[in-house]
T-cell receptor, first 115, second 116 residues
Framework: AQSVTQLDSQVPVFEEAPVELRCNYS??????LFWYVQYPNQGLQLLLK??????LVKGINGFEAEFNKSQTSFHLRKPSVHISDTAEYFC?????????????FGSGTRLSIRP | GAGVSQSPSNKVTEKGKDVELRCDPI?????LYWYRQSLGQGLEFLIY????????KSGLPSDRFSAERTGGSVSTLTIQRTQQEDSAVYLC??????????????FGPGTRLTVL
C-alpha cells in the first residue's frame, strides 16, 4: 500500500523568500504524485502532478516539484513566495497505471507568509 | 462547465440526529471520493466509488457512516446518530480515470457540519 508523509505541519517564511515543502512517500510499485493547494475558505485545487518523464514538474503560480525516486521524495519549491501563497498544501500519491486505485493524501503543510 | 457541487454548504444539527450530505460530481466522471477534514487536520479518506465496482469503504470511521451513489452520478453521505466528533468539513471529489489512471481530482467546496 502507498502512504505519504509531510514532515512539516507548518512552515512560516518571509515574503519573497524561497520555500520548500517536504513530501516523502512509500510504495513498492510505480506511483503518480500530486500537490494540491487549499486557499483559506476554499476547496482544494491541483497545483501540479508527476506521472512520468521529466522529474522536474512545473505547476501553477510559479511552483515546481522534483520527483526523486531514490529518496522517495516529491518536495515542492518556489523561489520567491508572495502573501497570496498563504494556504495549506497537500501532497498525494496514487498507484501508477491503475485507474482503480485511490489517491492517498498527506496530512498537509500550512504555509504562512510574513510581510 | 460546472464543477463539483455539494449541498448543503453548512449544516448544524443536534447530537443524535441523522444527516445527509449530497455531492454532484462533474458530468461523466466515473470516480467519486468522500473525505473528511477536521479543524486543523489533513484529509481523511472515507469512501471511494469507481464506476460500477464495489465501493472502497475502508475509510469509514464507524457503521454510523454510509454512502450511496445512484446511477453512477450523485452521491449521498449519510451519518446516523451524529456525535460531536463528527463535526468537520466533508469534501467530495470526482475524477475521470484514464486507462493509465492519470486522473486529476476536482474538489467540491465542501459541507461544513456542526453537531451541537
Amino acid at each position: 500500500a502507498q502512504s505519504v508523509t509531510q514532515l512539516d505541519s507548518q512552515v512560516p517564511v518571509f515574503e519573497e523568500a524561497p520555500v520548500e515543502l517536504r513530501c516523502n512517500y512509500s510504495s513498492s510499485v510505480s506511483v503518480y504524485l500530486f500537490w494540491y493547494v487549499q486557499y483559506p475558505n476554499q476547496g482544494l485545487q491541483l497545483l501540479l502532478k508527476y506521472l512520468s518523464g521529466s522529474t522536474l514538474v512545473k505547476g501553477i503560480n510559479g511552483f515546481e516539484a522534483e520527483f526523486n525516486k531514490s529518496q522517495t521524495s516529491f518536495h515542492l519549491r518556489k523561489p520567491s513566495v508572495h502573501i497570496s501563497d498563504t494556504a495549506e498544501y497537500f501532497c498525494a500519491v496514487k498507484r501508477g497505471y491503475s485507474s482503480a486505485s485511490k489517491i492517498i493524501f498527506g496530512s498537509g503543510t500550512r504555509l504562512s507568509i510574513r510581510p | 462547465g460546472a464543477g463539483v457541487s455539494q449541498s448543503p454548504s453548512n449544516k448544524v444539527t443536534e447530537k443524535g440526529k441523522d444527516v445527509e450530505l449530497r455531492c454532484d460530481p462533474i458530468s461523466g466522471h466515473t470516480a467519486l471520493y468522500w473525505y473528511r477534514q477536521s479543524l486543523g487536520q489533513g484529509l481523511e479518506f472515507l469512501i471511494y466509488f469507481q464506476g460500477n465496482s464495489a465501493p472502497d469503504k475502508s475509510g469509514l470511521p464507524s457503521d454510523r457512516f454510509s454512502a450511496e451513489r445512484t446511477g453512477g452520478s450523485v452521491s449521498t453521505l449519510t451519518i446516523q446518530r451524529t456525535q460531536q466528533e463528527d463535526s468537520a468539513v466533508y469534501l467530495c471529489a470526482s475524477s475521470s480515470p484514464s486507462g493509465r489512471g492519470t486522473d486529476t481530482q476536482y474538489f467540491g467546496p465542501g459541507t461544513r457540519l456542526t453537531v451541537l
